[in-house]
């Protein structure tokens, strides 16, 4: 079976997921991308010379399987497949927070993104999301979108999508951390951990209150910030390295994977703070790193990380967080013994590669 798939924003989890599928497959898997820049001009824009790439081409597709920042509809009319077209959502624009400084919301411009998914998902022939809260989360973004329009709102179409959509969680490469695999230091203070975009969706303000609080009542600990930083620094960020800086052993993007997998394996605890996350890649590379989880009751991490089978990972508000990860802290001893391993594995390629194998070839089918 020959499959290609159309990425439009080339970069971070969404290369990581294409190459990585295109590696592992049984199937032949071409790729077709655009750089991972100017997001929105990539859904506006990116469908046109995707499709232009497509006519030059020396493979005929027995499916094509987009992401969810493909315009699929202005895709289709320029390729007009012969073969079923799919779509992969690793976000949406429904439910994903946008930024408080961005001009488009102030100015209105920020439906039509929420416009683009939403006809995708009535041109594709089937509809894929990386976990059970995304799939929960865009039918009810999608409900609240159309209602907000004045008539002819076609409320009826969210059955339709909803039929035809399934989940088809996140396949990761995660056993290429096993090359750099470290012990953790017992002797040294807990090493806290964050490893995400530096994003306000990542909610990086209640994550360094956390720590500067508990700094303040005298608990030992390092601090470790890798993640991605983008052109303008969020100003917890800029504070964080003063406030916290008799405990940060690193703070800033690292470009080596090397160095980047040292410390995942160095460190003892992940608390999470997002506001948003449909699946949780950065979490997941950190949990098959061996590192705790301290996890808010919401989102998609419920379903990950079994809260009914591990309710010791999860806090409900901010004030248990800290006494949370004070206790942790406390019990660094015991906390290093834990093992999650087994979470995070199965969403290793050599997992998940034949799901997706089976499932993409089933389509064909159909």
């Not at 655009?34 to 497509?54: E, S």
């Not at 907000?148 to 959509?165: H, L, T, V």
């Not at 991490?301 to 800290?322: A, G, V, W």
Request: glycine share 4%.
């Amino acid at each position: 079976m020959k499959i290609l798939i159309v990425e439009p924003f080339f970069k971070g989890s969404h290369k990581a997921w294409a190459e990585g599928y295109a590696q592992s497959s049984r199937h032949k898997v071409e790729i077709i991308n655009l750089p991972g820049r100017f997001w929105k001009w990539r859904m506006h824009g990116g469908a046109v010379t995707l499709a232009k790439r497509y006519h030059k081409l020396n493979f005929n597709p027995d499916l094509i399987l987009a992401t969810d920042m493909l315009n699929l509809p202005v895709f289709q009319s320029l390729v007009k497949p012969e073969c079923p077209v799919a779509i992969y959502f690793h976000e949406n624009q429904f439910t994903y927070p946008w930024s408080p400084n961005d001009v488009d919301v102030e100015l209105q411009r920020d439906k039509h993104y929420g416009f683009i998914n939403y006809s995708s998902t009535l041109s594709a022939d089937h509809v894929y999301f990386n976990s059970r809260f995304h799939l929960d989360s865009f039918f009810t973004g999608l409900e609240d979108f159309l209602r907000q329009f004045p008539d002819y709102r076609e409320i009826q179409n969210i059955d339709k999508i909803r039929e035809k959509s399934s989940v088809l969680h996140l396949g990761m490469a995660l056993k290429k951390f096993d090359d750099f695999k470290i012990e953790k230091s017992e002797n040294e203070p807990p090493l806290i951990l964050w490893n995400h975009r530096w994003e306000h969706d990542k909610n990086p303000d209640a994550f360094f209150d956390a720590l500067i609080q508990l700094s303040q009542m005298g608990f030992k600990f390092n601090l470790a910030v890798l993640g991605e930083e983008f052109k303008e620094e969020l100003l917890c960020f800029t504070q964080a390295r003063n406030s916290l800086k008799q405990h940060i052993v690193q703070f800033g993007f690292t470009d080596s994977f090397e160095e980047y997998s040292k410390w995942l394996w160095k460190a003892d605890i992940l608390p999470v703070t997002s506001k948003q996350d449909f699946f949780g890649g950065s979490i997941m590379e950190a949990v098959y790193c061996n590192t705790s989880l301290i996890l808010p009751n919401r989102l998609t991490y419920p379903e990950l990380f079994n809260q009914s089978e591990n309710p010791q990972l999860f806090y409900e508000d901010e004030d248990e967080l800290i006494k949370k990860l004070g206790s942790f802290m406390e019990n660094i001893d015991e906390i290093r013994k834990q093992n999650l391993y087994g979470i995070a594995e199965k969403y290793d390629w050599s997992n998940m590669v034949e799901k997706y194998d089976d499932e993409l070839a089933n389509r064909n089918a159909v």
